[in-house]
């Protein structure tokens, strides 16, 4: 099996299937798993906004009100579920960044990428086990390779 995220901003891959990648990490993965975060930290009402988001820079703009929020639910959600909402919100504002499609550096976009959706997995285990974290980037990491190399194919 070839590793395809090894070839990410190598000059190998179309440019067509660099953006189709960077688009699936931010909606499909990235997205949803910040989601779930502020879902389990209380934030419903944020979660919801960034799911009904249809704008990387209104995802953004959600996001960056969440901080704020974030930081005055310290006593409902306690340390841990702060610092990974933070940490989270963090991560996907660096995500945004680096899927700017004038500076697209799609294996930052990998990268930070996985980073949420491992926040997630130590949020869905309720920030009690944070193996749970490294288990779901490295899920993370093996469904953006099964993604990349279905792009290939399809564009091949």
């Known amino acids: 099996m070839t590793d395809w995220l090894s070839q990410l901003d190598k000059d190998t891959l179309p440019q067509i ?15 949803p798993a910040l989601v779930t975060v502020l879902q389990q930290v209380q934030l419903e009402d944020i979660a919801n906004q960034i799911e009904r988001a249809t704008d990387l820079r209104q995802v953004v703009q959600i996001v960056e009100t969440a901080n704020q929020q974030i930081k005055a639910l310290r006593t409902k959600t306690g340390v841990l579920g702060i610092s990974a909402a ?16 004038k500076n697209l550096d799609t294996e930052a976009v990998s990268f930070f990428a996985a980073r949420v959706c491992g926040w997630a997995g130590w949020a869905r285990s309720g920030f ?3 193996t749970q974290k490294t288990q779901a980037e490295e899920k993370a990491r093996q469904d953006q390779e099964a993604y990349l190399a279905k792009l290939v194919v399809d564009q091949s």
Request: with cysteine; glycine share 0%; hydrophobic share 50%.
């Open 86 to 101: 933070e940490a989270a919100t963090f991560e996907f504002v660096n995500l945004f960044d680096t899927a700017d499609e």
């Open 128 to 130: 009690t086990d944070a």
């Open 17 to 31: 299937v660099l953006e189709m990648f960077t688009h699936w990490c931010v909606w499909e993965q990235a997205r």
